[in-house]
C-alpha cells in the first residue's frame, strides 16, 4: 500500500489572474504519448499535467483582438501539436479535460461524437463530464460517451431516485510507475444550467459526499489524487472575457471543495473558464487548483515533482500557455478527422443569406446579436415579446457572407422556440433577476428597459415599458423564449409559471429561415435596454 500523501506547500493563496508569457517553442515533430526527453533528479519523481476545460467545439483559431501580443489563438489541430511536443519534452504527462466537450454545428449534426473522436487522437487520459454533454439529452450522451477508450467521469450522477451510478466515479491512471487516483464531479450551478427536462432523469448529488467517497477509496494506492470538476458561477460567453474585469468568475466553490475533503492533491477545474495563470493554492489542505479560459485558447500545464521516500509534492510549476496558431503546425490527424466530418456534413458550409454589419454578442449588455435574434424569434411567432439569455449565444458572425455554420455555431442549442402567456409582474421578476448578471443579461425584443446598477440587485429597473407605453403587473402578454428559458433555466424561474401555448419548431431554424428570406439582413440599432446609472 501506498503512503498517504501530504503536500508540503505553503498555504497562500494566489489570486492574480492575468496572462502569462508563452515559453514554448515551436514543435519540430509530433511523438507519441510520454515521451520524455529528459530524466529527473534522483531521489525525485516529476510528473507533468497537461488539461484543458471548456473546449466547446471551439477548433478553429480565432483573432485574438484582445490580446497585444498574439495574433490568432486556439485551434484544435494546433493544441494537439503543442501538447504532443510537451510529451516530447517533459516527463510522465498526463492530458485531462473538466468537462463542455459539445456544442456548435459539428456536435450538434453527430450528438457529440466528433468531439470523442477528437479526444480519442489527442489522446486524454479522463475527463470529467459537464453540463453542455446533455445538450441532446441523457440518453445521447449515454451512448456517445461509449465510444471514448478513457474513462467519463461524473461520481455525483445517479439515475433519478435511485442509488444506481449513471458514470464511472473514479479511475486510476499507471503509467511509468506514477499511480494516479482521477475523480470527476459536476456541481449544482452547472446542473441548472442544463435545460431541465434534459437531465430530468439524473440526480446531481452533493460534490462533497461523492468526492470524499473516492478519496477514501483510492487515497492509500495512489501517488497523487487529482480531482476535475465542472462547477463554479457559470461562464460568461464572451470571447474576450479574460480581459474584462467586470466578467471574471471567481473559483471559490472549488477552493471550498478542497478544503471540505482531506487528501485532494490537485484539482483542476471547469465551468467558470477562471483562468489561473499560476496554481491557486487552497488555504486549509493545501490543494494544488487551475483551470483554463476555455474555448481552447489556452492549454493548462502542471508540473509535480514529487520526493521518492515520502511521495510528498516538494515543488510545482503552473502556466496557462497560449495556443499560438500562427506558430503551431496544425496536427495533421486532427485536420483529417475534421475535414472528413465536415465533408460529410457539407451542407452546412452553404450560404444562406448576408448581414450589412458586424453581428456581436455581449454577456452583460444589450447586445446587436441578441437584438436581431430576438426579432426573430418575435415576428416568427407573432408574439408581444421575446427574449433570449446572453449565455445561449456563442459566436460572433462577420460582415458580409453568413453561411448555415455560421448561424449554428452561434445559436447551437437545440431548443424549441415556446410561446407563453406571462403577467407584467413575471416578466418584470426575470428582468430584475436578469440585471443581477449572475447569468448574463436578458436579450429582448418588444421591451424598453432602463435600469440603475448602482442600485441593489432586484431593485434596478427605473422604468419598464412596450412602445412608450409603461407595462403594469397586471398587463398580460405572450412571450417568445427558447424551451431552456421556458423552462426556468438560468434561475429564471418566472417563465416557468406558466403553459406553454405552442411549439414553433427549433430557434435556429427561425433564425436561418429570416436570413434566406433577406437579400441583406440588417443589424437593428441599439437602445432597448440602457444604464442610467452611466450619466448620473
Not at 57 to 73: N, Q, R, V
Request: hydrophobic letters at 40%.
Amino acid at each position: 500500500m501506498l503512503k498517504t500523501r501530504l503536500i508540503l506547500l505553503p498555504i497562500i493563496l494566489l489570486l492574480g489572474l492575468s496572462t502569462c508569457s508563452d515559453n514554448t517553442t515551436e514543435p519540430d515533430s509530433v511523438t507519441s504519448p510520454n515521451t520524455a526527453a529528459q530524466s529527473s533528479t534522483p531521489g525525485e519523481k516529476t510528473v507533468t499535467l497537461l488539461f484543458t476545460n471548456d473546449v466547446e467545439s471551439a477548433y478553429d483559431p480565432i483573432p485574438a483582438h484582445w490580446l497585444d501580443d498574439i495574433d490568432m489563438i486556439g485551434g484544435i489541430a494546433q493544441m494537439t501539436t503543442l501538447i504532443n511536443d510537451l510529451r516530447q519534452s517533459e516527463l510522465n504527462v498526463f492530458l485531462f479535460d473538466s468537462g463542455d466537450i459539445f456544442t456548435g454545428a459539428l456536435a450538434k449534426r453527430t450528438q457529440g461524437q466528433l468531439s470523442f473522436e477528437l479526444m480519442i487522437t489527442m489522446g486524454y487520459d479522463a475527463m470529467t463530464i459537464g453540463n453542455h454533454e446533455f445538450e441532446f439529452g441523457v440518453d445521447s450522451f449515454e451512448w456517445a460517451k461509449n465510444r471514448a477508450p478513457f474513462p467519463v467521469l461524473g461520481a455525483n450522477f445517479f439515475y433519478a431516485d435511485t442509488d444506481h451510478p449513471f458514470a464511472q466515479a473514479h479511475t486510476i491512471i499507471e503509467r511509468d510507475g506514477i499511480r494516479i487516483g482521477v475523480i470527476g464531479i459536476m456541481g449544482q450551478d452547472a446542473r441548472t444550467a442544463i435545460t431541465p427536462s434534459n437531465i430530468a432523469a439524473l440526480n446531481v448529488t452533493d460534490p462533497a459526499e461523492a468526492v470524499q467517497k473516492s478519496v477514501n477509496e483510492l487515497r492509500d494506492q495512489v501517488d497523487l489524487i487529482v480531482l476535475l470538476t465542472h462547477q463554479g458561477k457559470t461562464a460568461p460567453m464572451q470571447t474576450d472575457a479574460e480581459t474584462d474585469p467586470r466578467l471574471q468568475r471567481d473559483i471559490d466553490a472549488d477552493i471550498n471543495l478542497a478544503d471540505a475533503v482531506e487528501g485532494i492533491d490537485i484539482l483542476l477545474a471547469g465551468h467558470a473558464d477562471a483562468g489561473t495563470p499560476e496554481a491557486v493554492i487552497s488555504p486549509k489542505n493545501g490543494t494544488l487548483i487551475m483551470q483554463t479560459y476555455g474555448q481552447a485558447t489556452h492549454l493548462g500545464y502542471l508540473q509535480l515533482t514529487l520526493d521518492d521516500e515520502t511521495g510528498q509534492i516538494t515543488s510545482h510549476d503552473g502556466k496557462l500557455i497560449p495556443v499560438e496558431s500562427n506558430k503551431l503546425e496544425p496536427d495533421q490527424r486532427i485536420l483529417a478527422k475534421l475535414t472528413q466530418y465536415r465533408d460529410q456534413h457539407s451542407d452546412i458550409f452553404s450560404q444562406v443569406g448576408s448581414i450589412n454589419a458586424p453581428l456581436i454578442r455581449r454577456y452583460i449588455e444589450e447586445s446587436d446579436m441578441g437584438n436581431l435574434f430576438t426579432d426573430i424569434m418575435r415576428e416568427a411567432v407573432n408574439a408581444d415579446i421575446a427574449v433570449l439569455q446572453s449565455g445561449s449565444m456563442r459566436k460572433d458572425i462577420v460582415q458580409g457572407e453568413v453561411r448555415l455554420v455560421d448561424i449554428l455555431d452561434a445559436y447551437p442549442f437545440v431548443d424549441s422556440l415556446l410561446v407563453k402567456e406571462l403577467d407584467g409582474d413575471q416578466i418584470r421578476r426575470a428582468l430584475e433577476q436578469s440585471l443581477t448578471f449572475e447569468r448574463g443579461i436578458l436579450q429582448l425584443s418588444g421591451l424598453e428597459v432602463t435600469y440603475d446598477l448602482s442600485q441593489p440587485n432586484y431593485n434596478r429597473i427605473v422604468t419598464l415599458t412596450r412602445d412608450g407605453e409603461t407595462v403594469t403587473d397586471s398587463d398580460r402578454f405572450t412571450v417568445a423564449a427558447g424551451r431552456f428559458l421556458a423552462e426556468g433555466g438560468d434561475y429564471f424561474v418566472s417563465f416557468a409559471e406558466s403553459d406553454v401555448l405552442r411549439d414553433a419548431g427549433n430557434v435556429s431554424d427561425a433564425i436561418v429561415a429570416y436570413f434566406q428570406n433577406r437579400d441583406v439582413v440588417a443589424v437593428p440599432e441599439r437602445g432597448r435596454q440602457l444604464d442610467i446609472s452611466e450619466t448620473r
